[in-house]
């Protein structure tokens, strides 16, 4: 798949960009994104974020920038690894203010910042991060190429992004459920819980969508990041995927 695959937006208005879009919908959702996350995943996406948090341990990185941030999720398991300042971004202003409660909450916001920001156009120097994550948000980029590009820029030399993503269950019967789960299942109640009928309708068609498993191996090797790998758990419904500068 390319980057010339049709896009996927959440509402489909003719004269708004996807990255509008997506804004736009995480603004409508933030209210109930946390209940519904980890509702809708059974809790399992809390696992899947300790597990790629493990991928980072042995360059034991002080700087730490944590994209499509939300609420802040990952970037709160990012604190097992005792770093110095977390940035999480995101732009979403509705995702970014639930975050900064839940850091005063839990009085972490002296180590985590949550900052406005584009992603395809960070406001951080070259260089900077020892590591970067990035949880379910790069099949949200208006244009993947120039996002995973960004991300590489602020990294440092030798320093790690891993990303977590959804991805395509192919064995039986992970597959069937999947399948129904995420497009019958999640759309519903989304909907029902969210009052957005389109936000849990556009999560399916947008991992229906991204170029996953080696495909996206391949995309990040072009764009430049180097000993690229990817880990499927839970039996392909989500991938992390690793690469280094």
Known sequence: MT?????????SSADKSKKEEVAEMFDNISGKYDFLNHFLSLGIDKLWRKKAIKMLRDIQPKKIIDLATGTGDFAIAA??????????????????AKGRIKMKKRKVDNVISMNYGDSENLPFDDN??????????VRNYENLEKG???????????????????????????????????????????KMISKDKRAYAYLPESVEAFPEGHDFLDILTK??????????????????YVGEK
Do not use: C, H, W
């Open 3 to 11: 980057q010339d695959s049709k896009v996927v937006k959440p509402y």
């Open 148 to 190: 995973l590009s960004e991300m590489l820029r602020v990294l440092r030399k030798d320093g790690r992004a891993v990303i977590l993503e959804f991805s395509k269950p192919k064995r039986f019967p992970i597959k069937q459920l999947f399948n129904f789960y995420s497009k019958r299942v999640i759309p519903f109640l989304g």
């Open 128 to 137: 900077y991060f020892d590591a970067l994550t990035v949880g379910f948000g």
């Open 223 to 240: 764009v430049g990041y180097r000993n690229v790998r990817a880990k499927t758990v839970s039996g392909g419904i989500a991938t992390i």
């Open 79 to 96: 604190l097992k690894l005792n770093p110095t300042e977390v940035a999480g971004v995101d732009i979403s202003e509705g995702m970014l």
